[in-house]
C-alpha cells in the first residue's frame, strides 16, 4: 500500500536555524500517528508543510491525501464572535454565498456535533463556549468536510480527562471505519499510546518513525525518565 505521507531527505530551515533536515518517513494510509517531540522540535512546522503553508523547505514531501483536516493549535475567537457552533461547524459549506444547508450537509453537521459530545450546545454562541467546547467545535468542523487525512495539533490540552478520552475514540472510530489517517500531535504520551498505531519523535532536527510496539516502549522510558526528574527536584 501507497504511503499517504512519504518524504524523503526532506528537511526545514529558517534562514540559518535549521529545524530538521534528512528526514526519510512513510506513514501507511488509513493509520493513527502519534507526533510526539519537545516543545520546538518542528512537530507545528512539520504538519504546516504538509498542508502547504510552510514554504521553506528542501528535498521531497509527497502527500497522497485528497481531502486534509487540520486543527491547529491556537484559533483566535473573542467573545464577540457571531456564529452558533452549528453555525461554525457548517461553515466550509457556505463560503458567503449560500445560507442554507442541505439535508445531507445538515445530516453531516449534526453527527460532527455528535461526535464531539456538542449536539446540546449546537445553538451556543461559540465565542462564549469555554475553551474545551471550542477545541471541540474545531474538531467538529474538521471532520465535517470528511477528511482522510486529519491532522490535530494538541486537540486534547484543554480538555478534560472525559473529554479527552472521549475525543481519542471518536477519531479512533473514524479511523477504523472510513480508513482516516489520523496525526495526533501531542505531549500526553501514556494517554495517545492507548489509541496510536505508531509515532513520529521529533528530537534535535531529525523525525523518527516506529511502531506501536516502539511507542509503547518509548512511554515507558519517558514516564520513568519523568518520575526520575520528579524525585530529583524534590
Ligand atoms: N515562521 C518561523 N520563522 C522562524 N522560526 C520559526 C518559525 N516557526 C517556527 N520557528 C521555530 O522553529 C522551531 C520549531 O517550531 P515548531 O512550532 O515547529 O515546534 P513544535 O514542535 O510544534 O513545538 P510546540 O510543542 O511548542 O508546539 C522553534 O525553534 C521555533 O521557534
Do not use: C
Not at 491556537?74 to 458567503?96: H, S
Not at 442541505?102 to 459530545?117: F, G, H, I, P, R
Not at 469555554?130 to 471532520?143: D, E, N, P, W, Y
Not at 468536510?145 to 486537540?155: G, N, R
Request: aromatic share 8%; hydrophobic share 40%; proline share 2%.
Amino acid at each position: 500500500m501507497m504511503g499517504i505521507i512519504q518524504t524523503k531527505d526532506f528537511g526545514i530551515r529558517y534562514g540559518e536555524k535549521i529545524v530538521l533536515s534528512h528526514a526519510n518517513i512513510d506513514v501507511p494510509a488509513g493509520r493513527f500517528f502519534a507526533v510526539l517531540g519537545e516543545n520546538g522540535a518542528g512537530k507545528t512546522s512539520f504538519v504546516k508543510s504538509i498542508i502547504g503553508e510552510n514554504q521553506q523547505t528542501e528535498g521531497d514531501l509527497q502527500l497522497n491525501a485528497t481531502r486534509v483536516g487540520f486543527v491547529p493549535q491556537f484559533r483566535d475567537i473573542t467573545r464577540d464572535y457571531p456564529l452558533n457552533i452549528a453555525e461554525f461547524v457548517a461553515l466550509n459549506y457556505n463560503k458567503g454565498w449560500r445560507l442554507w444547508l442541505n439535508t445531507q450537509e445538515k445530516m453531516a453537521v449534526q453527527s460532527a456535533l455528535e461526535l464531539m459530545d456538542l449536539s446540546d450546545m449546537r445553538d451556543k454562541r461559540l465565542g462564549l463556549a469555554s475553551g474545551g467546547q471550542k477545541q471541540r467545535a474545531f474538531v467538529a468542523q474538521a471532520l465535517v468536510q470528511k477528511p482522510d487525512l486529519l491532522i490535530l495539533d494538541e486537540s486534547t490540552a484543554s480538555l478534560d480527562h472525559e473529554h479527552k478520552v472521549q475525543l481519542l475514540q471518536a477519531v479512533k472510530q473514524l479511523q477504523k471505519q472510513q480508513q482516516l489517517t489520523v496525526l495526533f500531535i501531542t505531549h500526553e504520551l501514556e494517554l495517545v499510546s492507548q489509541f496510536a498505531d505508531g509515532y513520529l519523535f521529533f528530537e534535535k532536527g531529525h523525525v523518527t518513525q516506529g511502531t506501536v510496539d516502539e511507542l509503547q516502549s518509548l512511554t515507558m522510558k519517558m514516564t520513568h525518565r519523568h518520575a526520575l526528574d520528579e524525585v530529583r527536584h524534590v
